[in-house]
């Protein structure tokens, strides 16, 4: 069950006030779509400067963090905070300023002209002058129930995030890709050992990523192999890898998993009206800036290389300081 569940669980009646329900199209200034670092921090930057922004974070808010155990890279909290904890703390800072946040889904949106049309699953309908799309990206993960059980607990997709709690450790790296190799490298400053285990006998990754990766003594290659179970109880203790030409499955001892297969950045409900780039996020300038006058980018949707909830919330304050000129360029003050 996600930590902000929905907050109408039983059928509501025609007086209710709840924000769940459907309701006539609301007229915004700023609609933001995500609630995530770049959302929450897009959120407060645009409530700041009195232009009363809507929110629609889904049903399962609070991003990537949701899923991050000890957060120790976060500027200002000098002990580990938990991932689900940092986002209660950012969405109770929004609440505060007096942001409506609709707890939906955003289905689809109209980009043809303003006022941009949001909509959400449940049929709730906002216009607004100026949109700001912070939906984040997904890691794709194996998808085997073992991998989902001991997330948070050893199975990690954010190396940048957690290498440093497998210091003095054994891990493994899954993926053969750029984000592979270089996770698999950044790990080697903690960990004493790093085995890479990908499904074809070569790399996908570049030339010059793959030679990095390749001399470096603390890393060796499984070829050919897939990971077929991670063990431990209550901490990851190994994997059980499966040879694709063989089939046989074998142990292999480590602390750690770390999924570099990729991210899914979401933008379907997009239908193809902003400008993605080669990688599927949506292109932005380094305004914020997308294909549409009037609709910006934040945080993972548009940023395939950092990841990280800082440079997340980075982008949500571009994107609303851009999206309040914006609005004064076009003569919405």
């Known amino acids: 069950m996600p930590l902000f569940p929905r907050s109408c669980p039983v059928p509501i009646g025609p007086d209710s006030n709840c924000y769940n329900r459907p309701m006539s199209t609301e007229q915004k200034k700023v609609v933001i779509i995500g609630s995530g670092a770049a959302a929450y921090t897009a959120a407060i930057y645009a409530a700041r400067a009195s232009l009363e922004p809507l929110v629609f974070g889904g049903v399962a808010m609070g991003g990537q963090l949701m899923i991050t155990s000890d957060v120790e890279n976060f500027p200002g909290f000098p002990e580990p905070v938990n991932g689900p904890e940092l986002m209660e703390r950012m969405q109770k800072q929004v609440e505060r300023l007096g942001v409506k946040i609709v707890r939906e889904y955003v289905s689809k949106v109209d980009l043809s002209k303003g006022p941009f ?3 959400s699953t449940e049929g709730t309908k906002a216009s607004a002058l100026a ?5 984040g990206a997904n890691a794709k993960w194996l998808g085997i129930e073992s991998e989902k059980k001991l997330m948070g607990h050893g199975v990690s997709a954010c190396a940048t995030c957690d290498g440093f709690f497998f210091k003095g450790k054994e891990v493994v790296v899954v993926g053969g890709g750029d984000t592979a190799m270089e996770e698999a490298n950044f790990l080697t400053k903690f960990a004493t050992k790093v085995t890479v285990v990908h499904r074809r006998e070569a790399l ?3 030339k010059i990523m793959a030679e990095r ?3 470096n003594p603390k890393i060796s290659f499984i070829w050919n192999s897939a990971v077929h179970e991670v063990t431990g109880n209550g901490h990851v203790d ?8 063989t089939g046989a499955v074998s142990p292999l001892k480590c602390d750690g998993v770390f999924v570099a297969i990729g991210h899914q950045p979401t933008t379907d409900f997009l239908g193809g009206q902003l400008k ?4 599927g996020y949506v292109a932005a300038d380094d305004r914020t800036r997308t294909s549409v006058p009037g609709v910006f ?3 993972d949707v548009m940023d395939s290389r950092y990841r990280q909830a800082v440079t997340a919330a980075g982008t949500g304050c571009k994107a609303a300081l851009e999206a309040e000129r914006w609005l004064a360029d076009q003569g919405h003050h």
């Open 117 to 119: 049309v949001v909509e």
């Open 204 to 206: 996908r990754a570049s």
């Open 276 to 279: 993605l780039d080669e990688n």
């Open 297 to 299: 980018a934040a945080g």
């Open 238 to 245: 190994g994997v059980k890898l499966k040879n694709l030409q």
């Open 131 to 135: 949109l700001i799309v912070a939906t």
């Open 213 to 215: 990766a390749q001399k």
